[in-house]
């Protein structure tokens, strides 16, 4: 099982990417492809699927996207395609949003799920979804290179609870450096 992988995006297909990680191309299913450009290197969390006939990689930009996609496939009848149809908008909150007021029209507009498919989801879901994760390898390495930098940990953490921690290690560097420096 694999929870992340970080490589070189070296091609983007309409339902895929290609990512290089030491020399091999990984081809990992996405729910937007789009969302990358080619040679970025980036972080993809993974969800692997075996079957009888097919290993499957299943990648996603964000730790939320990849909980949600996995909450979704718990469904009865909701399958990895269908979960990446929800997933493709990019609307992580909207569909959370959605399951947590009981609105199985919302999830009708989305490829494959009717209104079935969809009242099963907000019956199996509704409550159930929490994300209070926290990226804490990001955040201590992003400490040790301010830090290593000069900066003080109390401006640190005030900066820190600005940043979108799904960034890359070195966006985050960046945006951080921008706000430490208006400060």
């Known amino acids: 099982?694999?929870?992340?992988?970080?490589?070189?995006?070296?091609?983007?297909?309409?339902?895929?990417?290609?990512?290089?990680?030491?020399?091999?191309?990984?081809?990992?299913?996405?729910?937007?492809p789009y969302v990358f450009k080619t040679f970025d290197e980036v972080k993809v969390y993974l969800y692997q699927k075996v079957s009888e006939d097919a290993i499957d990689l299943y990648g996603f930009k964000t730790y939320e996207e990849k909980e949600l996609f996995l909450k979704l496939i718990s469904v009865n009848g909701i399958?990895?395609?269908?979960?990446?149809?929800?997933?493709?908008?990019?609307?992580?909150?909207?569909?959370?949003?959605?399951?947590?007021?009981?609105?199985?029209?919302?999830?009708?507009?989305?490829?494959g799920i009717g209104q079935k498919a969809s009242q099963q989801i907000v019956l199996d879901l509704?409550?159930?979804?929490?994300?209070?994760?926290?990226?804490?390898?990001?955040?201590s390495e992003l400490s040790e290179a301010l830090s290593s930098l000069g900066y003080k940990q109390k401006d640190i953490d005030k900066v820190m609870k600005k940043l979108d921690l799904n960034l890359s290690i070195e966006e985050l560097i960046k945006e951080a450096l921008k706000l430490l420096t208006r400060m």
Not at 5 to 28: C, Q, R, S
Not at 96 to 110: E, K, P, S, V
Not at 126 to 139: A, M, R
């Open 79 to 111: 399958g990895p395609k269908s979960a990446l149809s929800i997933l493709a908008t990019g609307d992580v909150n909207g569909v959370i949003n959605a399951i947590d007021l009981g609105n199985a029209q919302y999830l009708t507009r989305f490829p």
């Open 1 to 32: 099982m694999y929870a992340y992988m970080k490589g070189i995006i070296t091609a983007i297909h309409p339902a895929d990417i290609e990512l290089e990680v030491n020399n091999i191309a990984y081809v990992i299913k996405m729910p937007n």
């Open 126 to 139: 509704k409550g159930k979804i929490n994300f209070d994760y926290k990226d804490t390898s990001s955040k």
